[in-house]
């Protein structure tokens, strides 16, 4: 349904200010968008308004300069940053003989691209019949049947009503097959949680790092490339941790300014990873000169998805580039807020392997097991997700060992190995609960 040129298009980007001035990379973004999209960038317009136009979006003047500078430059294509109303596309669009195509509809180009699995596909192509039928025009006068006058009286509908319809039909054909598959993903969910596997979630904006970040925890292969929205689906491996045992890290599709309403309900199954996550951690490109305004942009969507009562620890990406090394910044209550590290080089990632442990194993109990001959099996458990700080052999054969094993874990083997001779002493507390 959507036709897209192999080849990239001539376009014009259109700079959009209204009210204060933006922040100092939003330009330099919408040039990547474009990039990302396919476009051939022949010229940009900055156009600064104190009001929107409702019917231009800009004056006439400034739409006629915009025009010329079209012509001149033989562009094709006029990419808009900012939101236009289906009136505004349209009425553009006849004014400058050209395509119109805003910031919503140029992230939807994008992901349409970029979606890989059968989900995304589905959940792009909704987004993508949302927008689009709020800008049906009534384009199809000649196959009008309700004009009435002779032979043109009649019942029927028109052919903006057909496609409405048809529209309408696709919409929910594709959020019934999405809210099977939404089932399917919350029954895993719930199997993870029955299991008590904790779900920790990557999230930030794009280009951040964060499919980096997931390969160096994971040893997965996910595609890393230096673009916007490299990564569309989202990706769920395991992560065994030293102490405590597995937890299942999810790596999400980055945020951006202004990102459209359609993706974030289309996206809605998806999200609800980050939703259900017991930890997120906020990847963030230290590096990035506007880092603290598209940290904000990420936490508006998170306010969105309801995730911003979730607890969280900003990871800053990218710190071999400002030459800081590894470290935990901590608040004045002790707490871990912020870790720097790089996940490119590996520097810092076990000091944020260690802030997750803490996190999510609070309780360890500590104390004395001691073995028979017999037990090897579960001697080799307990190293394998406990952690044995000393071992002693004993006359007749078997060991005393002293462990540290965190409650989740010492729960499974009392059920499951029948760990009654296990001495605990007092739990201690391995950290404290961020809040």
Same mark, same amino acid.
């Given at each position: 349904m959507?036709d897209? #040129?192999?080849r990239? /298009?001539r376009? =014009?980007?259109?700079?959009v200010?209204?009210? #204060? #001035?933006p922040?100092?990379?939003?330009?330099g973004?919408?040039? &990547?968008l474009a990039n990302?999209?396919g476009?051939?960038?022949v010229? !940009?317009?900055?156009? @600064?308004l +104190?009001? =929107?136009?409702?019917?231009?979006?800009?004056?006439?003047?400034?739409?006629?300069?915009?025009?010329?500078?079209a012509?001149s430059?033989?562009a !094709?294509l006029?990419?808009i940053d900012h939101?236009?109303s289906p009136?505004? /596309?349209?009425?553009l669009?006849?004014a400058?003989?050209? @395509?119109?195509?805003?910031?919503?509809g140029?992230?939807l180009?994008?992901?349409?691209?970029?979606?890989r699995?059968?989900? *995304?596909?589905?959940q792009?192509?909704?987004?993508q019949l !949302?927008?689009? &039928?709020?800008r049906?025009?009534r384009? %199809? $006068?000649?196959?009008?049947?309700?004009k009435?006058?002779?032979?043109l009286?009649g019942?029927?509908e028109?052919?903006?009503? $057909?496609?409405?319809?048809?529209?309408?039909?696709?919409?929910?054909?594709?959020q019934? @097959?999405?809210?099977r598959?939404?089932?399917r993903?919350?029954?895993?969910?719930r199997?993870?949680?029955k299991q /008590?596997?904790p779900?920790?979630s990557?999230?930030?904006?794009?280009?951040?790092g964060?499919?980096?970040?997931f390969?160096?925890?994971t040893?997965?292969?996910?595609?890393?490339?230096?673009?916007?929205?490299?990564?569309?689906? #989202?990706?769920i491996r @395991?992560?065994?941790?030293?102490?405590?045992?597995?937890?299942?890290?999810?790596?999400?599709v980055g945020?951006?300014r202004?990102?459209?309403h359609e993706l974030?309900a289309a996206?809605? &199954?998806?999200?609800? /990873?980050?939703?259900?996550?017991?930890?997120?951690?906020?990847?963030i490109?230290?590096s990035?000169p506007?880092?603290v305004?598209r940290?904000e942009?990420v936490?508006?969507?998170?306010?969105q998805i309801?995730?911003?009562r979730l607890?969280v620890?900003?990871v800053y990406?990218?710190a071999?580039?400002?030459g800081?090394?590894g470290?935990i910044d901590r608040?004045?209550t002790g707490?871990?807020?912020?870790? %720097?590290?790089?996940?490119? $080089?590996?520097?810092?990632v076990?000091v944020? =392997?260690?802030?997750i442990?803490d996190?999510?194993?609070?309780d360890v109990?500590?104390?004395?097991?001691?073995?028979?001959v017999?037990q090897a099996?579960?001697?080799?458990?307990l190293y394998?997700?406990?952690?044995?700080?000393s071992? +002693?052999g004993?006359?007749?054969? *078997? %060991?005393?060992?002293?462990?540290?094993i965190d409650?989740r874990g010492?729960r499974?083997l009392?059920?499951?190995?029948?760990?009654?001779?296990f001495?605990?002493?007092?739990?201690k &507390?391995?950290?404290?609960v961020?809040?």
């Open positions: 959507f897209r #040129p192999q990239g /298009e376009a =014009i980007l259109l700079h200010c209204v009210g #204060p #001035p922040y100092r990379g939003e330009e973004e919408f040039g &990547s990302a999209a476009a051939q960038i010229g !940009e317009m900055r156009v @600064r +104190r009001s =929107i136009n409702p019917r231009f979006l800009m004056g006439t003047g400034k739409l006629e300069e915009l025009k010329a500078y012509n430059v033989q !094709e006029i990419l939101r236009l009136a505004q /596309e349209r009425n669009e006849r400058l003989s050209r @395509r119109v195509v805003d910031r919503t140029l992230i180009d994008i992901f349409a691209v970029r979606a699995t059968f989900e *995304g596909k589905l792009v192509e909704l987004a !949302e927008h689009l &039928s709020t049906l025009v384009g %199809w $006068t000649h196959l009008e049947r309700q009435g006058g002779i032979g009286r019942p029927g028109t052919q903006l009503e $057909t496609d409405r319809r048809l529209l309408g039909q696709r919409i929910r054909q594709l019934a @097959r999405l809210a598959l939404s089932r993903r919350d029954l895993a969910r199997q993870r949680v /008590e596997v779900t920790i990557l999230v930030g904006y794009t280009n951040t964060k499919s980096t970040l390969n160096r925890l040893g997965a292969d996910v595609r890393v490339a230096d673009q916007l929205f490299a990564t569309l689906d #989202p990706t @395991r992560l065994d941790l030293e102490l405590g045992g597995p937890v299942i890290l999810v790596d999400t945020f951006v202004d990102l459209p974030v996206f809605q &199954s998806t999200l609800e /990873e980050t939703k259900q996550a017991c930890l997120l951690l906020h990847v490109d230290c990035d506007d880092h305004e940290t942009d936490n508006e969507v998170l306010r309801e995730a911003h607890p620890v900003q990406n990218k071999d580039i400002l800081i090394p470290r608040s004045e707490l871990p807020r912020r870790v %720097w590290l790089s996940a490119a $080089t590996g520097e810092g076990d944020l =392997i260690d802030v442990t996190f999510l194993h609070l109990v500590c104390g004395m097991v001691k073995l028979t017999a099996r579960l001697r080799a458990l394998e997700c406990a952690t044995v700080t071992e +002693r004993l006359t007749d054969g *078997g %060991w005393e060992l002293d462990v540290e409650q010492y499974d009392q059920r499951n190995e029948d760990l009654e001779i001495s605990a002493g007092d739990a &507390s391995a950290a404290r961020l809040e």
